[in-house]
């Protein structure tokens, strides 16, 4: 079956480091998603991705979050400066098309020092 | 504000029971849910989903409820089993924003043998 693939899964970091956290979509998805979960509260959406542009973010997706999608397979959220509030686990989602379950990727944990 | 929320942080329940985590949400204009299971360390799993233009849907020993009238879903499973602890979540799918999912705060299910 196919699935989103996260790499690392585990990634530690000194403040204010820049981190790349990786994810390989399913490979006929359209829209890709990041997501974070910081320890014991709820999933946050944090940005979409379509057609090669962000089509939504939030309020937490600020200047020191970028998304690319270098080539055809991967989908990379990168953090240019990570602080403390930044760890969490870190989930990739993707969907084939609007309305359509998405699916979800194992998670990186980020954890800052 | 728009908003999903679950009633219940925890839910303890006996091998072979029926389950029933319940969710509201806020948004009227909502069109689409999904149930997520979410293990320890893993991301969120598709359970099931429903759409608006319908009040019930069953799977394999889950079924979702929706009561647009009183904006409320429930998630039921039967003859629950230990491999059904987990948390679970429920999700708003916003097909106007990107297809973002908003998630509620989660519900603990523990299975007792």
């Given at each position: 079956?196919p699935?989103?693939?996260?790499?690392?899964?585990?990634?530690?970091?000194?403040?204010?480091?820049?981190?790349?956290?990786?994810?390989?979509?399913?490979?006929?998805?359209?829209?890709?998603?990041?997501?974070?979960?910081?320890?014991?509260?709820?999933?946050?959406?944090?940005?979409?991705?379509?057609?090669?542009?962000?089509?939504?973010?939030?309020?937490?997706?600020?200047?020191?979050?970028?998304?690319?999608?270098?080539d055809?397979?991967?989908?990379?959220?990168?953090?240019r400066?990570t602080?403390?509030?930044?760890?969490a686990?870190?989930?990739?989602?993707?969907?084939?098309?609007?309305?359509?379950?998405?699916?979800?990727?194992?998670?990186?944990?980020?954890?800052?020092? | 504000?728009?908003?999903v929320?679950?009633?219940?942080?925890?839910?303890?329940?006996?091998?072979?029971?029926?389950?029933?985590?319940?969710?509201?949400?806020?948004?009227?204009?909502?069109?689409?849910?999904i149930?997520?299971?979410?293990?320890?360390?893993k991301?969120?799993?598709?359970?099931?989903?429903?759409?608006?233009?319908?009040?019930?849907?069953?799977?394999?020993?889950?079924?979702?409820?929706?009561?647009?009238?009183?904006?409320?879903?429930?998630?039921?499973?039967?003859?629950?089993?230990?491999?059904?602890?987990?948390?679970?979540?429920?999700?708003?799918?916003?097909?106007?924003a990107?297809?973002?999912?908003?998630?509620?705060?989660?519900?603990?299910?523990?299975?007792?043998?």
């Open positions: 079956e699935e989103v693939t996260q790499t690392p899964s585990h990634q530690v970091t000194q403040m204010g480091q820049e981190v790349i956290l990786r994810c390989v979509p399913i490979s006929n998805h359209l829209y890709f998603y990041w997501y974070r979960q910081i320890l014991g509260q709820k999933v946050e959406f944090l940005v979409s991705f379509y057609n090669n542009e962000i089509s939504e973010k939030s309020e937490i997706f600020d200047d020191q979050f970028s998304v690319e999608r270098p055809g397979s991967n989908f990379t959220l990168k953090i400066s602080k403390l509030e930044d760890s686990m870190y989930f990739c989602a993707s969907i084939v098309w609007l309305n359509t379950e998405a699916f979800f990727g194992q998670g990186t944990r980020l954890t800052v020092v | 504000g728009e908003s929320g679950l009633h219940l942080p925890t839910l303890s329940v006996q091998e072979g029971d029926n389950s029933i985590i319940n969710c509201a949400y806020s948004n009227s204009a909502s069109d689409y849910f149930w997520y299971k979410q293990e320890s360390g991301g969120p799993q598709f359970i099931i989903d429903i759409r608006s233009n319908m009040d019930k849907r069953q799977g394999q020993r889950v079924t979702v409820l929706l009561n647009k009238t009183v904006k409320h879903l429930s998630l039921q499973i039967a003859a629950t089993q230990p491999g059904d602890s987990a948390v679970y979540f429920c999700a708003e799918n916003r097909y106007n990107g297809n973002m999912l908003t998630f509620g705060g989660g519900t603990r299910l523990m299975v007792k043998p």
